[in-house]
T-cell receptor, first 111, second 117 residues
Framework: ETGVTQSPTHLIKTRGQQVTLRCSSQ?????VSWYQQALGQGPQFIFQ???????GRGNFPPRFSGLQFPNYSSELNVNALELDDSALYLC??????????FGPGTRLTVT | AQTVTQSQPEMSVQEAETVTLSCTYD???????LFWYKQPPSRQMILVIR??????QNATENRFSVNFQKAAKSFSLKISDSQLGDAAMYFC??????????????FGKGTKLSVKP
């Protein structure tokens, strides 16, 4: 059974640019949740995708958007990057409301 | 809105000893889940233990156990016979059972646990 994977591992972008982060869910899972973890903080919920539709969103601006594909993998897109977007981005997959399994994260640095 | 508070930014324990990490939360719901997650330097968030609010019995997983006090909204984690591999950030998290979403997690700020040989 393949676990949750995320790519890339690290990424450096310039303020104002756009970025796409990717997540492959665990086999059999149909739900992907994205979290942002700033340095020294706990993860904060960005949004969740269930069967290709957004199914809940945290307190993040519209420049944070996402997609879920028919194979249940997911993308997180961030437009007009700001310095405060520098963080670890975690993806977690689950089967509906069951346990969430986390990927290793993508470290985004905005300069 | 639900909140989770971890009041101990850092804790230290001697190898083979016992340590307790504290967590309090605020919610108006009667049914929910509580979790402790471990995040080592590798960054992977690993589930340590889970507690269902409707269960009075405290959850245990090998050396890890919780003290769940529903009325006090307290959920502490006890690690017995601490090992060097237990060194990590520990996060307490809350999740609704019901509601429109599939149940997003609400995390505390974490406690950094060091284990001394």
């Amino acid at each position: 059974e393949t676990g949750v994977t995320q790519s890339p591992t690290h990424l450096i972008k310039t303020r104002g640019q756009q970025v796409t982060l990717r997540c492959s869910s665990q086999s059999g899972h149909n739900t992907v949740s994205w979290y942002q973890q700033a340095l020294g903080q706990g993860p904060q919920f960005i949004f969740q995708y269930y069967r290709e539709e957004e199914n809940g969103r945290g307190n993040f601006p519209p420049r944070f958007s996402g997609l879920q594909f028919p194979n249940y993998s997911s993308e997180l897109n961030v437009n007009a990057l700001e310095l405060d977007d520098s963080a670890l981005y975690l993806c977690a997959s689950s089967f509906g409301r069951a346990e969430q399994y986390f990927g290793p994260g993508t470290r985004l640095t905005v300069t | 809105a639900q909140t989770v508070t971890q009041s101990q930014p850092e804790m230290s324990v001697q190898e083979a000893e016992t340590v307790t990490l504290s967590c309090t939360y605020d919610t108006s719901e009667s049914d929910y889940y509580l979790f402790w997650y471990k995040q080592p330097p590798s960054r992977q968030m690993i589930l340590v233990i889970r507690q269902e609010a409707y269960k009075q019995q405290n959850a245990t997983e090998n050396r890890f156990s919780v003290n769940f006090q529903k009325a006090a909204k307290s959920f502490s984690l006890k690690i017995s016979d601490s090992q060097l591999g237990d060194a990590a950030m520990y996060f307490c998290a809350y999740r609704e059972i019901y509601g429109g979403s599939q149940g997003n997690l609400i995390f505390g700020k974490g406690t950094k646990l060091s284990v001394k040989p």
